[in-house]
Every structure is written in structure tokens, then in C-alpha cells.
């Protein structure tokens, strides 16, 4: 019986592979998230004498701060998770995402081709691609050439994305039932009816199959790219972002975060 997934989102997460969320957080919860993020980026800034218009991503960053550890069992997140994947689970990543505006004379690339002048200067316009899969397409055995249901993660931005062309994440509806060596076989290029880019008012959520095609598109607002990515596996694949989380943070932690966070 599912603890909180309506029959509608279950269709839309079976056959398209994510459900939408919009206005998912409290504005609360998403102004702590917000100034977190803030406080994060600014002090790994300065400790690493980074310039302001530096993009990068933050990984493990549950251990950054409270209000992103706060997150992984989100009281109302997490039975959609359960529904979704089931409980013997736990965190494989934890990614903050801070990308501030191109400058304005930065010609950005086709969308989830990788290629242009922004992938030059090192804007790393991300291709169309599955989680989990090499960088030359997914090789492992399979039973039919399609990736096998191994994760999912929540999308939470933190900034308002209602608009396009500002770092925008990029979806291909129902493409997690497809082998990723179609994709391989497109050379990489969706066509433009089957992808959707996601306008999304800051402090929703998405939550998908990592299998779904995915990419970023360029951010040629006047506005920083501020996302938050919890990533949920089952408990017998290794998480990515550590090997063992601080045993500190563990004993200050609940029975089911300690679960969540990789405690045996």
C-alpha cells in the first residue's frame, strides 16, 4: 500500500520516470536551504581563493550543513522515495550545485551536446546522458539492454527557474524504458519532441529515475544556479560520495538517517 504516492504520480514516475512537485518546500525550509547554499559556496570560496563567477559542485554535501542533512529524510520526501523504490535504501549522493551566469559574451553551445564555446571555457554544457552509466554508454550485463532500476534522486532548486535558459535541467520523458545504446546510436541529440525543460518556481522538487535522459542547459540569466541533489540506491551497491560517513555525525543522527547514511 503506498504511503504517500497518489495513483496519478505513480503513472507519471512509471512511464514518464519523475514526478513534479511544484512548491514542494515551505518558504522556510527553502530560505535555509537558500542561505545554506550561500554560506557554503562563500566559505569553500575563500578557503580555496576561488573568484566569485566559479562554478562547481559541492559532493557529500549533507556534511556541509544541517539544513542539506536535513533533507535526506525530509518528512514529507521521503515516504515518496519508499514509494517509489522501496525502504532498504540509503544515500548514494548528496551534490549541491552552484553555477552563477555565463558572461554575457559567452556563446552558449546546443543544448546537451557538450560542444560550443561554453564547454571551451569549462561551463561543462553537460550531454544528454543516464546516471550510473560509463562515459561510453552503459556496458554492464543486461537482460535487454536497458539500464536496471537502480537509483533515484530528488531535484530541489533553490533559486526561481521559471524560465528557460537559465541552467535549466532537461528530461526525456519515458527514455528510462529505452536502451542507453539508442542514445549512443543518436550520436547524443534528442530530438527537440522528446525532451522537455523543466521551468520550475524555486523550492520545488522533482523527483525521477536517474535512467531518464538527462542534461543541463547553459544559464545565460542574471541569475545564480542553485540546486540541491539527493541521490537514494538500494543498501547493497557503495555509495559514490564517501566511504564512511563521520562516525560523529552518525551517533548524533536517527535510527533511519543512520540507515540513510550507510550505517550497517
Known sequence: MPLAMTPE???????????????????????RLSDAADEVVARIQKEKDLP????????????????FLDLIDHPRMLPLVVDAIGWNIQI????????PPYPADLQAGAIGTGQGADN?????????????????????????GRLPFMEIKVFYPLFDMTESGCGNLW??????????????????????????ELKLPAGSAVLWRTATWHCVGPNQSQKTRKIMHVGYHYRWLRPT????????????CSPI?????GAL
Not at 120 to 144: K, M
Not at 171 to 196: C, F, N, T, Y
Open 120 to 144: 571551451e571555457a569549462g561551463y561543462r554544457n553537460v550531454t544528454w546522458h543516464p546516471d550510473l552509466a560509463s562515459p561510453e554508454i552503459f556496458q554492464a550485463p543486461s537482460l535487454d
Open 171 to 196: 528530461l526525456s520523458p519515458g527514455s528510462h524504458k529505452r536502451p542507453p545504446a539508442d542514445l549512443h546510436e543518436m550520436d547524443r541529440q534528442v530530438p527537440d519532441e522528446q525532451a522537455l
Open 9 to 31: 504520480q505513480q503513472r507519471a514516475f512509471d512511464e514518464d520516470g519523475f514526478v513534479i512537485l511544484e512548491n514542494f518546500l515551505a518558504p522556510e525550509e527553502l530560505t
Open 241 to 252: 560520495d564517501y566511504i564512511q560517513q563521520d562516525p560523529e555525525l552518525l551517533a548524533r
Open 92 to 99: 548514494r549522493t548528496t551534490h549541491l550545485d552552484y553555477r
Open 52 to 67: 566569485p563567477e566559479t562554478h562547481f559542485q559541492i559532493r557529500n554535501a549533507l556534511v556541509q550543513h544541517d539544513a
Open 257 to 261: 538517517r543512520q540507515q540513510l547514511l
